[in-house]
Nanobody, 122 residues
Framework: QVQLVESGGGLVQAGGSLRLSCAAT????????MGWYRQAPGKQRDLVAS???????NYADAVKGRFTISRDNAKNTVFLQMNSLKPEDTAVYYC????????????????WGQGTQVTVSS
């Protein structure tokens, strides 16, 4: 059973920083991509930042220069360092991974974390 365990959300004032973590646990064979999405009330879930299967990174235009995604491959963990936070960054942040498991090797499956709330006050 694979799980994505997120942590690090919370309440912060505008201009502040938060760091999110997402650890993929379980019978993982290989992780192809991993990243962060966010969903504000009444809006769709959108990409924030991710590592692609080639190892490159993608960022939403709204967070470029403020957010940084990083990873610890040995621990199957990705991080999202969020600086200069704005009230419009308020959302539930979800971790997503596309990976294969040792039970069904080479077949990729998409997993989502449970989400962590980030609230930025003005």
């Amino acid at each position: 059973q694979v799980q994505l365990v997120e942590s690090g959300g919370g309440l912060v004032q505008a201009g502040g920083s938060l760091r999110l973590s997402c650890a993929a646990t379980g019978s993982i064979e290989s992780i192809y991509s991993m990243g962060w999405y966010r969903q504000a009330p009444g809006k769709q879930r959108d990409l924030v930042a991710s590592f692609t299967s080639s190892g490159s990174t993608n960022y939403a235009d709204a967070v470029k220069g403020r957010f940084t995604i990083s990873r610890d491959n040995a621990k199957n963990t990705v991080f999202l360092q969020m600086n200069s936070l704005k009230p419009e960054d308020t959302a539930v942040y979800y971790c997503k991974a596309v990976l294969s498991t040792t039970q069904v090797i080479h077949i990729t499956v998409q997993y989502w974390g449970q989400g962590t709330q980030v609230t930025v006050s003005s």
